[in-house]
């Protein structure tokens, strides 16, 4: 019933005694609701000028500093007090007051349940939707910030407070979900004409995704049945956050590699010197992380080296394996106890792809659709592998010999492709130098600004309303409507943090609910026709270091990927502001889970054009727009192998849909997921890997369970989309204007293939199935 959406170095400074402004000054200029230069200027030296940001933040890092619990060197002193907590809510200045908070939302639960119960009279069941919107907002805000906080809050006691308040949460909701008396009540709201004609379209559509909610949790089954649901759900939760906690973790941390084969390999001497030798000096112990690693995998022509390092550096912890399996068995059961014959059924409910069949559909035309072109990439990989082994090209596609080319071959052989070729691989630092975080973040603004008509505002948040000072707070402001949400941005390296990008949705936008009053709602904003509603608020993680750019002074330089990164998480930030509906189960991101990354996608291919790169590529030092042909030969490095790319998001996919298809539950006694992983593999034959256990590994198999394809198939749909708005023109207000209109400003309110099909101009999509699903699969433009 009620849905949670939790959505993976600079300009120079000037000497601090030239620009000592006072902190007020300094806030001021940051704060100041404008768009004119000085703005622009402030949101790039927000972002860029280190000294500039301590200054107008010194509250937060005094605050810090005076915890304890972060690393400052600016020698500031005093003992701040918090004026506010995270994200301005009142409750959030300790770990305590979590409880506390996730308590009082609690009680405020209960007590709107009761009523909701009670309340049989016309006009309570004319509000009863709303109602359920509200229950579900009420326990949503505390899971959703729960799952921000213990996944990216630097204090242990703090993630600590928040993993016991999920769970309490998750169990309660839990319960709900399979609570009869709230879903008859429901569908005496959905199928009474009387109270029906009276309800907006968003409240019948919300009812009725509530209503598909409590039929997938088994709600007419028997008290025992619903019993064993909670369960299962409640260890699925469990069991998954600690395989998604353990995806980063080999084996070992070294591997033992004969001296003497090592020495005649041919590894460059300079390599070889940084290795340990073993006590007895008869084995190399190699590194399965880091530059060595990749250096070796780079440099070493002895294949089996390559292979034992490739498949250490790709493998996981016995533990993983275990917990992938019983996730997999868990989840198999569930769907048995609700009637499906497979999770991958069970969980494609409601989705963009309404069954396994029509994900395999999409994924089989992908695949054959890409194989020709991938195979073309891989063949001078094969060429050389065969030239080196003396061995005939036979049994080919496209002139590539599939079965020859694995995965360890590919960076090996790139470099020496590359060596062959006299070409120089594109020099990240120096295209760096012109993408600095502040240009990146400018450059941003600027396109939201023409297309959609909104701004970044960078804001100094108030002490104790962060939880790094190094967190920088963007108010996103529209041309029209003033402040219409909020984004935190944390994305600076720091020590413990996760090296994952992350978007999160810590309270979405919704209209203030009727006789509203709760103190945790600080943060609203007014639409065009005087309603309140809640502001969005996001937080967007990342882990971009800085670079010493001259004379001791940092920045952060951007590479092209990471550039492509912060525009797909700023993407998903944008959906947020956007979709902007009555009632927050639609709200934003909160909507099909096939439909979700197209969005974020989209942004990519901005990230990707010449055009906005030129516009936001200037020098860091001498501001001159970076250099056509430096920037051609990065975006071609950045084309390598694009197309084996999406064959291995494939295989993803398709790994996805096996571990969750109809064959598991039968097979329960004898699941071994390693097992199937290899063997898709090599019946796939592109790059195959039957040595690692990397599925160990690949944590979407909790969050996106049997909907990993989506990656995909957003990615088919916003090639699409592409095309048809931006591609003339990346900068087209009448694109961006199209997009809000028929996508955005929708959330989850409306049928996504209505949204597509009117967005595309193609109305023979609005219906969806296997030939839409197909027509996207046989996308050329991935």
Known sequence: MLNIHVLRRNVPLFSKWVRLLSTRTLATQISKPTSSDSQVQSLQRTFDDIDYWHEANKKNYELANAKGKFLSNLGLGGSQQPKTGLFKNPYLTNPEGLRKFSRQSLNQAYELLQDMKNDATPDGLRKYILKLDQLSDTLCRVIDLCEFIRSSHPDSEFVEAAQMCHEEMFEFMNVLNTDVDLCDKLKFVLSTPEINSELSPEEVKVGKLLLEDFEKSGIYMNPEIREQFISLSQEISLVGQEFISNTDYVPTNYIKINRQRMDKSGINKLILNQLQQDLKGENYKVPTHGYIAYSILKACPDEEIRRQLWTAMHSCVDKQLVRLNQLVRLRAVLAFLMGKQSYAEYQLEGKMAKSPQQVKDFITSLVKATLPKTANELKFISDLKCKHLKLSPLGTVNGANLEMVRPWDRDYYHALYTMQQRRMPADDQQIGLYFTLG???????????????????????????????????????????????????????????TSNPSHFTVCCSRQIYPKENDPSTVQTGTNIDGTKFQLPVITLVCNFASSVVSFGQSLCLLHINEIETLFHEMGHAMHSMLGRTRLQNMSGTRCATDFVELPSILMEHFARDKRVLKQIGKHFNTKQPIPDDLLESYLEEARFLQHCETFSQAKMAMLDQKLHDKDIISNLDSLDVVALYQKLEKDLRVLADDQSTWCGRFGHLFGYGATYYSYLFDRAIAAKVWEALFKENPYSRAGGQKFKEFVLKWGGARDPWQCIADVLDQPELSKGGSNAMKFFGESQDL
């Open 439 to 497: 240009n990146v973040m400018k450059g941003l603004s600027d396109l939201f600004q023409k297309i959609y008509g909104i701004h970044l505002q960078p804001v100094v948040a108030e002490t104790g309303e962060t939880w790094s000072p190094e967190v920088r707070r963007l108010n996103v402001v529209s041309e029209n409507e003033g402040i219409i949400g909020v984004v935190y941005c944390d994305l600076f390296e720091r020590a413990g943090k």
